[in-house]
């Protein structure tokens, strides 16, 4: 499985942005899939994560992100609404498949400016 984020850049506090993963090879295999971010010092967390049943978010975004996954196309999407400082990060994409394991994408950077 391969995955490759967009969508990331500068935008100012209050503002909207979308975050695309687009997978490539077993995606059959596929059973969660999700987004984790990082900031600058700090750990990499967990933002919001989809499966074929539910949704779920961090308390920090819950309310302003909303996670979605098209499977026609292969690609899953985070819509960030409300954005702060505070969401500043590198945002990953990551999948987990049926074999248990863990694929990541390259990461793409979100810069909210206050």
């Known amino acids: 499985v391969q995955l490759v984020e967009s969508g990331g850049g500068l935008v100012q506090a209050g503002g909207s942005l979308r975050l695309s993963c687009a997978a490539s090879?077993?995606?059959?295999?596929?059973?969660?899939m999700g987004w984790y971010r990082q900031a600058p010092g700090k750990q990499r967390e967990l933002v919001a994560r989809?499966?074929?049943?539910?949704?779920n978010y961090a308390g920090s975004v819950k309310g302003r992100f909303t996670i979605a996954r098209d499977n026609a196309k292969n690609t899953m999407y985070l819509e960030k609404n409300s954005l702060q400082p505070g969401d500043t990060a590198v945002y990953y994409c990551?999948?987990?498949?049926?074999?248990?394991?863990?694929?990541w994408g390259q990461g793409t950077q979100v810069t909210v400016s206050s």
């Open positions: 989809i499966t074929s049943s539910s949704t």
């Open positions: 090879g077993s995606t059959f295999s596929i059973n969660a």
């Open positions: 990551y999948a987990h498949d049926l074999w248990r394991t863990d694929y």
